[in-house]
């Protein structure tokens, strides 16, 4: 009789399959925004599961933002039952892709291979880690037909934009009831070595300086809003900036620098609205009666939120107490709170021992400077047990040229199909 083959060498059996399976999905340019061609690969994943065993379910988020007829959110859930009862483990990715962007090299929808990289936009962000999880998945049920519990894969929507029509819109379904799912693995790109615990939290909030309108050749009667924006942004640089350095965090958040509060200034509008490039008139001359920023202002586990909010809002109290004619407006405009998996955790557990069997060392542990669905998992799902860990590397998401490296999603693959071995083969 013959010997089955063991797992890992049925993954290294599929090696063309799994290439190919990322390049199909690489060529459908599911751009977020505007949220395209969400049901074309529902349809095409659907369709790739059903054929191996899945009971598969699409589902659109009506009415979560961005959906429209044009632009409908589109899911799938996809749910393999073993031959006995047992744990569910889920593999979650999001389908969508960020801008193209200027810089490429290569077409970013072809899916083209060089040197064992397979370029395109969503290669490692995360088109890799969703093929890798299925062949991983794949692999898994004909090595060990009879195993025990249950495995699910899930596409979905709109993680680039918050998750909202998406893992979120799932999660309020009851997809992610501890009831039903006990671990969730999300393949994003985090190295092939390491596990992501969780992430920081994001506040974002607009801040509007407000001014008068007057002649520009005499501001004096005029109140320019530009000015007083202006003092924003010194309080921010003299006062909040050194205090958000200087706080330290446990979180393993890569890269280094993310290592503490961070915000970012993402844009900034004051007086006139620009004109067209190709307009070609002059400026008329008027003092700015209005100035507005958008602020993104990443935290840590160990900041509440409010006190995060508190810090803006004192700043800004205090320009309004000493400085003349100041007077602001603050929009909040979302908020995420950080999210992190104990390291005793099942799923850290597990796949911590599944990278030191397939790779052969300690696996490191880190934390996203950014979010990902994990937030909608951990506070609408009521899920913990949830780690990201997929094939990729972090740094090249949302660049030109991205790319997944073909053996790493083979060894990421192999990680994951030695959990399943652990959580779902009957022990003994
Ligand atoms: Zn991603």
Known sequence: MLHPPSLPDAIDAKRDE????????IRIPTLNPPGACY????EYLDKRLSAHGFATHLLRATDSPGDSATFPRWNIIARHEGAHTGECVHFNSHTDVVEVGRGWTVDAFSGEIKDGKIYGRGACDMKGGLAASIIAAEAFIETHPGYAGAI?????ADEESGGYGGVAHLAEQGYFDPKRVQHVIIPEPLNKDRICLGHRGGWWAEIETKGEIAHGSMPFLGDCAVRHMGAVLNAFEDKLFPAMAARHTDMPVVPEGA??????????HGGQQEQDPDFTGLPAHCVPDSCRIVIDRRFLVEEPLDQVREEVTALLEGLKATRPDFDYELTELNSVLPSM??????????????????????PDYVASPGTYDQKHIDRIGKLKNCIAYG????????????YVGIQDMVDSAKVMGRALETLLLPKG
């Open 18 to 25: 799994l290439i190919a399976l990322t390049q199909d999905l």
């Open 391 to 402: 094939p990729g590397i972090l740094e090249l998401a949302h660049k030109p040229d991205e």
């Open 152 to 156: 699910e894969i899930s596409g979905t």
């Open 39 to 42: 049901r074309q690969i529902c």
């Open 341 to 362: 998996t104990d390291r005793d955790a099942p799923v850290v557990q597990t796949v911590a021992q599944a990278i030191e069997d397939v790779i052969g060392k300690p």
């Open 259 to 268: 290592r503490q509060s961070t915000m970012n200034i993402n844009s900034i």
